[in-house]
């Protein structure tokens, strides 16, 4: 079983041997790996059952060690890095030959970031080789936001998982890429805001995959989902509607007479997105455990961190 623990030599030790360590990030934690080391990677790819047409983050600590692993990183990229780095924002950036298929899925595009938690951060600037790490949570299942959420799923298959609290941000990072004509493209909503990355680079192209056209991977249309089923509607509606039934409702601020307490998960009573996101996970997942049949929440406002909400709402209740 994994020892849970604050050992930043012990985590580098394991990865510098080629082994796998849960690592924390501020968006959710991330099961890591050398990412120069193909072993290292297809361990990655069976401890989450993942498939392999679905390719890795390569995470480092600073700019000059992403120079390494990329051929070139256009203007864009670079205010956006400048502004952002570390932080919830992943850049797709064209890969030097070095940098194995595998970490790629054979995409001529390598995905980067510079995390922010501090833990990770002092990690990686002890090991010369950037980190893999996809979200540390078995392929489709919601990802883990604290160190005990992947020690409940993945604590058999790693020997270590390094606690960095509570993640800060709570959802994955945003993923951004460049066309040809350098032109910015958002795959994948998340942690950082697309207003903050207008304010940067102009306005920006959504790319965001709702079909389960695999090319388009991490971003199939099923993900991030509980095992029970996830309905999204009205709730002043829903609720009264189902009153016999057994079910759980999260909720954005509101909460419902008539629902006992342990059967409603309020993500913000001040109606914060941001105090959303970082609650979303951990209140999927302690839904999931309990003993109902299935879950019901809303449609969050479409602004700020409500529109990565959004997203991962819509594919968690998709199957
Ligand atoms: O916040 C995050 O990004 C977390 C933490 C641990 O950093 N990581 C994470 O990794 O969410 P993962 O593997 O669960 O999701 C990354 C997604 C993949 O599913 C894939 O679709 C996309 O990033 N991706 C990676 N490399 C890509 C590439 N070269 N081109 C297009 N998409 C890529
Ligand atoms: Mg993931």
């Not at 890429?177 to 680079?201: S, T």
């Not at 971003?219 to 709730?235: D, E, F």
Request: aromatic fraction near 6%.
């Amino acid at each position: 079983m994994a020892e849970i623990g604050t050992n930043i030599e012990q985590a580098a030790a394991l990865l510098k041997a080629g082994k796998l360590v849960a690592i924390p990030t501020e968006t959710v934690y991330g099961l890591a790996g050398n990412a120069l080391d193909e072993s290292a990677i297809l361990d990655i790819f069976k401890v989450k059952k993942r498939p392999k047409f679905d390719p890795l983050i390569a995470h480092t600590d600073s700019l000059e060690k992403i120079k390494g692993i990329v051929t070139h990183i256009p203007d864009k990229a670079l205010m956006l890095a400048e502004a952002f780095w570390p932080g919830p924002l992943t850049i797709l950036l064209n890969k030097k030959p070095h940098i194995p298929d595998i970490l790629t899925s054979g995409l001529s595009d390598v995905a980067v970031r510079i995390p922010r938690h501090p833990l990770t951060h002092s990690l990686l600037s002890q090991l010369d080789f950037p980190l893999a790490a996809p979200s540390a949570n078995p392929f489709g299942y919601i990802s883990p936001t604290s160190a005990q959420h992947v020690h409940d799923q993945l604590g058999a298959h790693i020997p270590y998982i390094l606690d960095g609290g509570n993640c800060s941000v709570g959802i994955e990072s945003t993923i951004i890429g460049f066309n040809e004509q350098e032109q910015p493209i958002v795959y994948r909503l998340g942690g950082k805001k697309i207003d903050d990355i207008e304010q940067v680079v102009g306005k920006v192209k959504l790319r965001i995959n709702h079909s389960s056209d695999p090319i388009a991977p991490g971003m199939l249309k099923s993900h991030y989902a509980p095992s029970k089923r996830l309905i999204i509607g009205n709730l002043t509606e829903l609720v009264p509607r189902f009153h016999k039934r057994n079910f759980g409702v999260i909720s954005f601020h509101q909460s419902f007479e008539g629902l006992t307490a342990d059967r409603q998960i309020i993500l913000s009573k001040t109606r914060n997105l941001d105090e959303a996101a970082r609650q979303l996970f951990g209140a999927l997942r302690t839904m999931d455990q309990k003993d109902v049949e299935f879950i019901i929440t809303e449609k969050f406002p479409d602004m700020g961190l409500g529109q990565a909400i959004n997203d991962r709402l819509k594919r968690a209740a998709t199957r």
